[in-house]
């Protein structure tokens, strides 16, 4: 995310100056939570007496920023005040303020912020990322989700990790230290028994599957007829494969884009690269479509023995959108004031024949 804020080409609007103020900021956090001096902290952002006495208070006011710093769901075109990367910088480069502290201070008022994400409803929730506001989607309000299970925290124990931290010795621009992968994954053991080091192998088993960075198919051997767009400013990009693994992978990296802007509706004044990447990728499908030996390059039809495959082609760029669209919509959804019990055993999962039983680490 910090690379996020230095960017300043296709009208993203960050720079070096101004990354470097929101970790000054919050470096200043930092120190006062370090030397038990929260009253500071509390008495300089106007919180109550006593709120940020537990750690569960300080990782919701600051490990993931005191403010909402979008990255992932930067949107360009947005109205509100200080809703972009561009907005926010303009409020911590603005040297009329006393100090950094003071920006960040004027940072949450421009985005009517007052309050502490309560981390214990987050946790209960499996929410990956504690969420200040309604969640901005291009131009629309999401709505919460339906009343369902929480597959996506459930795959992060069993098979992605997927969890975003605030390491000591790391880039991250917020209050470093207070935010692991320990913290984070607590309710893999505390839900299904999976402990810290059973993620990990699952991770290791995961990539081993799909073939990590150099993706396979279902035969074993290098993947084909798979496109890999990513946008500049999402902070999940670096986990994406970047380097073409064949002429038969291209990748395509979006300059200034959020993550998959371009699977998002058209409007006036969307990024040209974002406009230029959906002409790429629309002309990479089609040169799929009309690529011999992209044909077969799926699994067994419903009348094939298994080893005679129904020829079709398999346009591997949409499935790449379809599965970061719906990424994004799990990793960002806003906490549920109710929700299902993740292992119930009755109401529409079980008449489904749905389960998540919880896995015995190894």
């Not at 989607?137 to 069993?158: E, I, K, L, M, S």
């Not at 044909?295 to 023995?305: C, L, M, Q, R, Y």
Request: charged letters at 20%.
């Amino acid at each position: 995310m910090a690379d996020a804020y230095s960017i300043n080409s296709s009208g993203v609007g960050g720079s070096p100056a101004c990354r470097d103020a929101i970790r000054e900021g919050h470096a200043w956090i930092e120190d006062r939570f370090a030397q038990g001096a929260t009253g500071e902290v509390e008495q300089r952002f106007g919180l109550a007496a006593g709120s940020l006495q537990t750690a569960d208070q300080q990782i919701g006011f600051a490990a993931s920023g005191v403010a909402d710093f979008p990255a992932q769901e930067n949107d360009p075109l947005c109205p509100e005040p200080a809703c972009n990367i561009a907005k926010v910088c303009a409020i911590m480069t603005d040297s009329s303020a006393e100090d950094t502290v003071q920006r960040l201070i004027h940072l949450r008022a421009a985005q009517a912020l007052s309050h502490i994400v309560d981390i214990r409803g987050v946790q209960e929730s499996r929410e990956l990322v504690p969420r200040r506001r309604p969640l901005r989607r291009f131009g629309a309000r999401v709505g919460d989700p339906p009343n369902v299970p929480d597959y996506w925290y459930y795959q992060t124990c069993t098979e992605f990790g997927f969890y975003q931290t605030c390491e000591v010795g790391s880039n991250c621009m917020f209050v470093r230290g207070i935010l692991d992968v320990s913290y984070m994954a607590a309710n893999c053991a505390a839900l299904y028994n999976v402990s810290l080091d059973a993620i990990k192998a699952n991770i290791n088993a995961t990539n081993l599957h799909y073939g990590g960075l150099q993706p396979t198919g279902p035969d074993g051997k290098l993947g084909r007829c798979v496109m890999w767009p990513n946008g500049e400013v999402d902070p999940w990009s670096t986990r994406s494969v970047l380097q073409a693994p064949s002429q038969k992978m291209p990748t395509l990296l979006v300059a200034g884009a959020s993550h998959h802007a371009w699977t998002w509706p058209s409007r006036a004044g969307d990024q040209e690269s974002v406009t230029d990447a959906r002409l790429q990728i629309r002309k990479q499908v089609e040169a799929f479509l009309d690529d011999t030996s992209c044909e077969g390059a799926g699994p067994p039809g419903p009348h094939s023995d298994g080893d005679d495959q129904t020829p079709y082609i398999i346009a591997g760029v949409l499935v790449v959108l379809a599965v970061a669209a719906g990424l994004g919509v799990l990793v960002r959804r806003r906490r549920l004031a109710a929700r299902t019990p993740l292992l119930s055993t009755d109401g529409p999962s079980a008449e489904r024949g749905l389960s998540l039983e919880p896995r015995t680490s190894a």
